[in-house]
């Protein structure tokens, strides 16, 4: 992840105002999150795009599932989209997390590992060409 710009939640708003942005939502001892981290590179790399990364895991602990920063969880799972209402809510805590935002709104996501094909046409499909 050292190639992502890491931020914290209080952050997203900020950094997806009047642009289109990737936030990458993982952490260290996830094993899809390492299995996929090769497929954003490489499309960070085809699209030249930066990627904003949250470590979920200084927002839950993943060994008993209790959340450890209140504030940062009610500030992702309030994000939201046009057809993306519910999409926070219904998969926040899974991981490797994508979300595509521009103007604090999700434009695009995907959740979990996913080949490069399918994860390029995602990024399509919100408008990252």
């Given at each position: 992840?050292?190639?992502?710009?890491?931020?914290?939640?209080?952050?997203?708003?900020?950094?997806?105002?009047?642009?289109?942005?990737?936030?990458?939502?993982?952490?260290?001892?996830?094993?899809?999150?390492?299995?996929?981290?090769?497929?954003?590179?490489?499309a960070q790399k085809?699209?030249?795009?930066?990627?904003?990364?949250?470590?979920?895991?200084?927002?839950?602990?993943?060994?008993?599932?209790?959340?450890?920063?209140?504030?940062?969880?009610?500030?992702?799972?309030?994000?939201?989209?046009?057809?993306?209402?519910?999409?926070?809510?219904?998969?926040?805590?899974a991981t490797p997390?994508?979300?595509?935002?521009?103007?604090?709104?999700?434009?695009g996501a995907h959740?979990?590992?996913?080949?490069?094909?399918?994860?390029?046409?995602?990024?399509?499909?919100?408008?990252?060409?």
């Amino acid at each position: 992840v050292s190639m992502f710009d890491e931020i914290t939640a209080k952050d997203v708003k900020s950094k997806t105002k009047n642009k289109l942005q990737v936030v990458y939502i993982g952490r260290e001892t996830c094993g899809w999150c390492a299995a996929f981290l090769p497929n954003l590179w490489d499309a960070q790399k085809e699209f030249d795009f930066t990627t904003l990364y949250i470590d979920i895991a200084k927002i839950i602990d993943f060994s008993d599932g209790s959340v450890i920063d209140q504030n940062s969880f009610d500030i992702l799972n309030a994000l939201t989209g046009e057809g993306y209402e519910e999409y926070m809510s219904e998969n926040f805590g899974a991981t490797p997390m994508i979300l595509i935002m521009k103007d604090n709104k999700i434009v695009g996501a995907h959740t979990g590992y996913s080949e490069y094909d399918v994860f390029k046409t995602t990024l399509n499909d919100a408008g990252i060409k």
